[in-house]
Structures are given as C-alpha cells and as structure tokens.
C-alpha cells in the first residue's frame, strides 16, 4: 500500500502557524478501517493550536516480503513511516528524545537523523515493545520566534525502515502511543487521522522555574553514574577530549568497569592516557574509509581504529607512567567506590586524541561519540541516555591564577541503573534464624543457568529448603545434605534436584535473638568465586526494623539519610578484602569460600507492632557492591524446628546421607 502523496501533506504540516504546548499520549484503537468507513480527506490544522511541540507519526508503505506464507501471523511487511518533531513553542527543545509504542513485532531497520537510546542497540534492532529515539546530529530544536520560523532549525523528520509481522492486507499499521520523554512534558490525548497519529505535547514547569534558563545548552542532568565528554583543544582534522566518570549514587560500585561507545562518522582514536583500548589495531583504518581519506596519513602510531572501542581503565602501577599516566583520577584498575565510602576515590578521568575524516574536518566541527554503555564485574546494570551539549566545563587555571579556564566543547552522558531481571541477579540471599532448623535459599537459578547441564537438575523446579550446615559448602557438594534434610523432614525428592542458584557472592541472614527489648542478627558474606572483592558493601533496607538499628560489631555501619531505611555496611580498615575460594585442607575435602560476617544490633524502642520472626526481622533488599541480591521468597518456619529427640534425628540423618550416597555411587 503506498501513499505518495504523505510528504505532501507534511509539507502541509510545516508551514502553518502554531500555538499550545504538548507531550505523549496513548488510546486504544482498531488499526484496521472498513471499506465503508469514513475516512477524513485531509489532516486537521491541529498544529495551529499548539504551543509547545508537535508531534506526529505517519505510515507510508509497506511491502510483502519474501518468504510468502499462508499464515498470515507469521507474514513479514518491509515498511517505511516517518516520524515528524515541530517545536511550536516560545522555548528550546533541548536534547529532544521521543517514545515510538510500535506494536506489530516491528524491527528497525534504519532511522535518519536519530540514533536509538536506553540500552536498544543498533539497527536492526527488535523493538517491539517500544523505541526510544534521541536526535542526532541535530538534537535541539529552536523556536519559531528566533528562526523567522525556520523549520530546517525547528523541526525534525525521521524517516523509518523496518519489518513487522502479522497484519492483514488493507490495515494501516500505527503505534499505539508516541511520546516525548524529556523531563517538564505532559502529553494528552493521541489522535488518529487516517494513515497517520499526532498528539500536542504540554510543557509543564512549576511557577518557580518559569524563569528563561540563562544557560546556553541543557542543563546538567544527574544520574547513578555521570559522564562527560570535554574537548580541550580543537585542531584542524583532530581534537583532544577528556572523559570524566563520576559515580554519583551511594548504593551504586563499578568494579573493573569497560567502557564502550560508538563514533559515527568515521573517527578514530589515535592515543590515550589513564585508560586503554582492549584491541590496540590500525588495520581497520587502513582498509576503511579512513585510509581513503586520508591517504599520506602514518597510521602506525594509531591506538584504535575499531567504530565500537572496549576503554579499560588502566592498573594503579601505571598512575606516574610519563607515557600513559600522569592524569588525575587515573589508573584504579577501574574501580569507582561508592560516594558513601570515598568521594575522592568516586571519579575516575582519562584524555584521548581523536582523528576526524572528511567532512568533518573543520575545528569547528566536533561531535561527541554516540550509544554509550558501561559494564562492571558484580554490579548493578547501567542504561545510559544519548550525549547532551551543556554549558562548557570550567577548570582552575593551569598556571595558579585567580581565573578559569574552559572546554571547547561539552557534553553529558547520564547513566541509571536497572531494576534486577529474574534469575540474572549477580548475588543472592539466604534466610536462617535460632528458631529453625532450615536455611531458606534464594531461587533456583537466581543468577542464571546458561552454563549449567539442565538434564541434571531441573531451572524451574522451587528451590528446596537446606539444612543450615549445607550453606558452608558449595552448591555442587550441597546435594547429599539436601537429600538427607528432604528425607528427614518427610519431603518428596524429586528425580532432578532444583539447580543452584550460581552466585558467585552469597549472604546469609541469621536472626540470632529475639526479646522484649530488642533482637540481633548475623549477617555472613561468602565469595565463591577466583578473584577477591576490595572495598566492598553492602546495603540492607527494611520496611519497619530501621529506626531501631543500633550497632554493629567488626564492620563498619551507619545510616544513610537516602536511600531511606537504609543501612549501609563496609570492612573495617585492614580487612577490606573479601577474599576468594581456597582450596579444602585436603583434596577430598570441598573449597572454602571467602568470608566475613557481623553481628548487627537493634531495638524496638517507639516500634509498634515490630514482628521479627513474620518478617520484620529480614532486610527488604539486600545490595552488594551496586548490585540487588535475589532474595528468597519465605522466612524460616518455626514449625521446622527439630523435636528435642536430637540425637536419634541425627543418627537418622547421617543413616540417610551414607545410604544416599552408597546409592549415588552405584548409579
């Protein structure tokens, strides 16, 4: 189905006045229209009402491809649509970012003028649950009143290309929502016209900030974790830049981070201080369009050449290195600590000289690399927004003077961390108290069973309850005590046992006491995996028991004022390794993990209703290093506390663990 005569009317769109101010909006509507059925002859002249930003999506055509099948579910379209932004407002669109709610199993193919944002990767790229798109090159929008309505300094179009499945023959296929997703934006109803949805997106700013911004760019925006990207100095066809890292949210670590980013017109990086590219290869200069533009250039010297660089942080020896140091903030063998730990030790630095090809090639002509991602050994997950300009950074004059000096050229990346998906957490809890017998785990497969022989034990099967002792042992040495716990408690055991949870860093939390006036707990960190934590922490949050923590014994504790109810807890000085794995002290005995535990005080002093053993007593989340812990989805049972015949329990229980391990022996 194609309808030529689309650009037409976004021409039509362009040039009529305007006046409202607008953001998203999503209804609920048939895709499809009857033969019968009404259909408007031209688009209404809504864009002279608004006065803020309107937007607007519009199909265009869509073609049958290869294969062609009889289900028509299973059937893919090739189509094209376009996506128009017009700021009809009195003020800058600053950064503008925009939400497509596709519905139609669409992958994208392709998108000018915009790159897409919040973890979704390049193109082709699945989107159908939704894109979110940011503007490049262009990613501000002027006004009417200071272009002498301009729309090439005004406006945006997007022009579309993807695949989507399942739609019949004569329906017109349309998200069903498009938004702006910069913050002070209200978006009221979608509108459907045709082949084509628009809506007018409100500006909403309390009164007190109704004041015109005196700031040239955007304003500096914070998130967990902040980038910017300075360029220093500007040469013709090259520049210098420096990045800066900072980990703004107390809850939040970057161990052994790497950095990677995407240029987009053919830039390269030439050298680097206080940080270093994984793949060190100019081959990819010299067979790509680099080498034909710059023909008698010495690529030799060049660092990388790669369109997505891996950047590592560079070890501490490096730090006084004349070659590679020398920076501030360098060389942490990328390790960013928790502002709640070190501020000092919370931002990390390091410069780089990047080359340009044509047309580019002016010193006037910079533009910052784009799809930033940061990634960390046992850590949160982080989605980072596109590059912002702001206002140029300011730094203390080089040379002592009362002046300052500034960035050529700025920009922000803001990185937030992800809520934790099921079964890809990076550490997990356990629950055990003086009141049971039973060591309540957390999930089955709770940080994933990608490497784990499924035919063994079952990923979907709940996890059984442990006998306490078996928490001390690995998960692969767990198996006869489960077993034997299962037996002595009368449980059913099923042929495959539940998988292990296969976090390398598990905690437990052992209620130790409970009486009038208080209670305490132990809280146990083990490491099982090669590689030794330094620094760490972790943060315990609890709905009611709060306000009654008290003490803590052998670690380092105190409240943070946010997030609130929140506990945050770190080694003591000299102790702030969590070390890894070591061997048993024989062959046949299992490895022993690395450990460090406390006992924790607390009071139940102006706490009504405090119930400790119903779950008071247990921390609501549980993060260790940045990263959320799975948490089990019980408390102990004081019902599964042993009968006082503990003796002929035990002699029971040890009967059962050798006749299941005479049995497994004979399997």
């Not at 500034?406 to 629950?431: G, L």
């Not at 305490?520 to 315990?540: E, H, Q």
């Not at 460090?596 to 102006?606: D, E, L, Y």
Request: aromatic share 12%; with cysteine.
């Amino acid at each position: 189905m194609k309808l030529p005569w689309m650009k037409l009317i976004y021409l039509g769109f362009l040039f009529i006045h305007l006046r409202l101010q607008v953001c998203y909006g999503a209804t609920d509507y048939d895709d499809d229209y009857s033969d019968d059925e009404e259909k408007p002859a031209s688009p209404p002249p809504a864009q002279t009402n608004c006065n803020g930003v309107f937007l607007t999506y519009a199909f265009v055509e869509r073609i049958k491809e290869l294969p062609h099948v009889k289900n028509a579910s299973a059937q893919s379209w090739a189509f094209k649509s376009t996506a128009t932004i017009v700021n009809t407002g009195l003020e800058e669109v600053k950064g503008w970012k925009i939400f497509i709610g596709f519905q139609h199993r669409e992958i994208l193919v392709s998108a000018n003028n915009a790159v897409l944002v919040d973890g979704a990767g390049d193109f082709p790229a699945n989107v159908s649950k939704g894109a979110t798109l940011a503007g490049y090159p262009t990613s501000d929008l002027q006004t009417s009143v200071d272009t002498a309505a301009d729309y090439t300094k005004m406006s945006v179009q997007i022009d579309m290309t993807g695949t989507m499945f399942g739609m019949k023959e004569k329906s017109i296929p349309l998200p069903k929502s498009i938004r702006m997703v910069n913050d002070g934006w209200k978006c009221p109803k979608l509108t459907k016209y045709r082949n084509y949805v628009y809506v007018l997106v409100l500006q909403t700013r309390p009164k007190i900030q109704e004041k015109k911004s005196t700031n040239k760019y955007a304003a500096r925006q914070y998130g967990d974790v902040n980038f910017v990207y300075d360029v220093l100095k500007s040469y013709e066809g090259s520049y210098e830049a420096q990045v800066t890292i900072d980990n703004d949210n107390p809850l939040s670590c970057l161990s052994n981070w790497n950095l990677t980013w995407e240029w987009m017109r053919g830039e390269f990086i030439y050298s680097m201080r206080g940080a270093y590219t994984w793949k060190i290869d100019y081959s990819e200069c010299i067979f790509g369009l680099q080498g034909q533009y710059l023909s008698g250039f010495d690529f030799s010297q060049v660092m990388n050449c790669e369109k997505k660089p891996v950047i590592s942080d560079l070890p501490t020896d490096r730090a006084n290195d004349s070659k590679v140091g020398l920076v501030p903030f360098c060389c942490r063998n990328g390790s960013l600590l928790s502002p709640a730990m070190d501020k000092n030790k919370a931002r990390s630095i390091f410069h780089l000289r990047v080359y340009k090809i044509p047309p580019d090639v002016s010193k006037t002509v910079l533009y910052p690399p784009q799809r930033w991602n940061i990634t960390t050994l046992v850590s949160a997950e982080y989605i980072c927004g596109q590059p912002v300009r702001v206002d140029a950074t300011e730094f203390p004059d080089s040379t002592g003077l009362d002046a300052k000096t500034y960035a050529v050229a700025s920009w922000q990346v803001v990185c937030n961390m992800t809520k934790p998906v099921k079964k890809e957490a990076k550490c997990c809890v356990s629950y055990t108290a003086y009141y049971s017998d039973a060591a309540v785990p957390c999930s089955t497969c709770a940080c994933g069973c990608y490497d784990i022989n499924t035919d063994k034990c079952n990923p979907d099967a709940k996890a059984m309850a442990l006998p306490t002792d078996a928490l001390l042992v690995p998960a692969e040495n767990r198996t006869m005590k489960i077993k034997a716990y299962a037996s002595l408690k009368h449980k059913e055991i099923p042929k495959r046992l539940p998988c292990p949870d296969n976090c390398g860093v598990s905690i437990n939390w052992h209620i130790i006491s409970d009486h009038k006036g208080g209670w305490t707990a132990r809280i146990t960190l083990f490491n099982w995996g090669d590689a030794p934590f330094k620094d760490w922490f972790v943060a315990l949050q609890f709905k009611k028991a709060f306000p009654g923590y008290d003490s803590v014994y052998s670690l380092n504790a105190t409240k943070l004022k946010s997030p609130k109810n929140t506990i945050f807890i770190q080694s003591l000085k000299g102790s702030e390794y969590l070390v890894g794995e070591v061997n048993g002290s024989s062959s046949s005995k299992p490895r022993i993990p690395g450990k460090q535990q406390s006992v924790i005080g607390f009071t139940k002093k102006n706490i009504e209703g405090l119930d400790v053993k119903k779950g008071d007593g247990f921390p609501s989340k549980v993060i260790f290093n940045g990263a959320e812990c799975a948490l089990p989805r019980s408390f102990p049972n004081p019902a599964m506390r042993s009968s006082p015949v503990s003796s002929t329990a035990a002699v029971f229980l040890s009967l059962v663990s050798f006749l299941l391990m005479m049995t497994d022996r004979f399997h």
